[in-house]
């Protein structure tokens, strides 16, 4: 295929504290881990997990810590967690440990409620940025403006939104590494023509109605990840 | 929301065997575990399994082995695997667990080459099904109908195409046990409203020349599940 980087030595970094969303990390991780010659790190925040319980309870074996992150980070990829984002955007070492990492990385990606959390390691600051419909408006409070797409490129920062979001992002960061003949053969690999059933997948798509009761839904995580965010307390 | 069954006590059992897709397994997982008051089982089909190693490398931690499957199984899913569906098709032990579990499930489903493992513990005999579009045909050798469409459903199996054909699967499996209004909702909650970058996600899509150079590099994957596929052997 012309134009196409078929293997490489990417190192890619996957941060996993407790109460990520799984799928925000196991999406995207499909994808960077089938660029042939790439190596994905799950690196947890706690020191010494066995395994990471996500917000639904499925727990991910880390292979390391955030201490032993590789000396090359060409990609460094948050996840969201509606059980865990909150929390950990009001855990200063686990913030300073993302600043240290953000500000060598080669990309910055983050996912759904991830992009709050770069957002509160000081790393999207004048930056165009996406999160979860719901709190997309929160991006505000770090600095960063936010943006209503469903993944946003902004220099070396790539964000994207709510949780399915994660499989686009991804593909965009293979297309950026590889190059697009790449990334159009994991769409492929990945059988990934999606037909969501009910079309409801934004706000907009979805109507007042169904939105309203999801926004009262998600308020209370809204508020923990208000509370957790306020503007540019930790990295000045 | 009219219609709608808000809460419930399905059992889900998701089967986890060395070698399994990870996405396969976690997209369905995020639908069908974000039903309120429903209980997903990752059972391994290794006893006494600390973790689950996927053929990208990402292990899950299960939260029990297939002898401990609860005595309701309302929904039974096996998920494919590119390093290793075709040892699990091969293994007679495993094929009988999958075959009891499956004779006493309210639904069975599977993903990708997973419905492959469905169809050597004879679960599929006379039935619509797909599976990964390299390896669909391969379904015929089981008893089983090839069906091209993203997701099948044939009475109670539900069957979807490749890796990312799990969130829509399990999309349906939420509205067949919850109604569309719950499924809806997922779909927002998830953020679903997916763009493929590039809309190569089928070998229509992606034209002859890509699906040939993915063809050629799948052959060894479909040789090893043709030779673990000869007919009716297991489950006469």
Redesign the interface.
């Known amino acids: 295929?012309p134009g196409v980087t078929l293997t490489g030595e990417e190192q890619v970094v996957i941060v996993l504290y407790p109460g990520f969303?799984?799928?925000d990390a196991?999406?995207p991780?499909?994808m960077l881990?089938?660029m042939m010659g790439a190596t994905?790190h799950?690196l947890a925040t706690t020191p010494g997990a066995?395994?990471v319980p996500s917000d639904?309870?499925?727990?991910?074996?880390p292979?390391g810590d955030l201490g032993g992150a590789p000396d090359r980070i060409d990609v460094l990829l948050v996840p969201g967690g509606s059980g865990g984002a909150a929390e950990a955007a009001a855990d200063p070492v686990l913030l300073a440990g993302l600043s240290e990492l953000g500000s060598r990385a080669g990309l910055v990606a983050g996912v759904?409620t991830g992009t709050l959390l770069l957002g509160a390691a000081g790393l999207l600051r004048g930056r165009r940025a996406t999160s979860?419909?719901v709190a997309r408006h929160l991006l505000a409070r770090h600095g960063a403006e936010p943006t209503d797409q469903?993944?946003v490129t902004d220099g070396h920062v790539i964000t994207g939104?709510?949780?399915?979001?994660g499989?686009?992002l991804a593909?965009?960061i293979v297309?950026r590494l590889r190059g697009?003949g790449y990334?159009?053969?994991l769409?492929?690999?990945?059988?990934?023509?999606?037909?969501?059933?009910?079309?409801?997948?934004?706000?907009e798509?979805?109507g007042e109605q169904?939105?309203g009761?999801?926004r009262d839904l998600f308020a209370p995580l809204v508020e923990s990840l208000s509370a957790a965010a306020p503007g540019h307390r930790f990295v000045g």
């Open positions: 295929m969303t799984a799928l196991v999406g991780h499909y881990a089938s994905v799950l066995d395994a639904l309870g499925l727990a991910v074996q292979t759904c979860h419909w469903r993944v939104a709510g949780v399915t979001a499989i686009d593909l965009a297309a697009d990334a159009r053969a769409e492929l690999q990945a059988e990934y023509a999606p037909r969501p059933t009910f079309g409801t997948g934004t706000p798509l979805a169904l939105t009761v999801m």
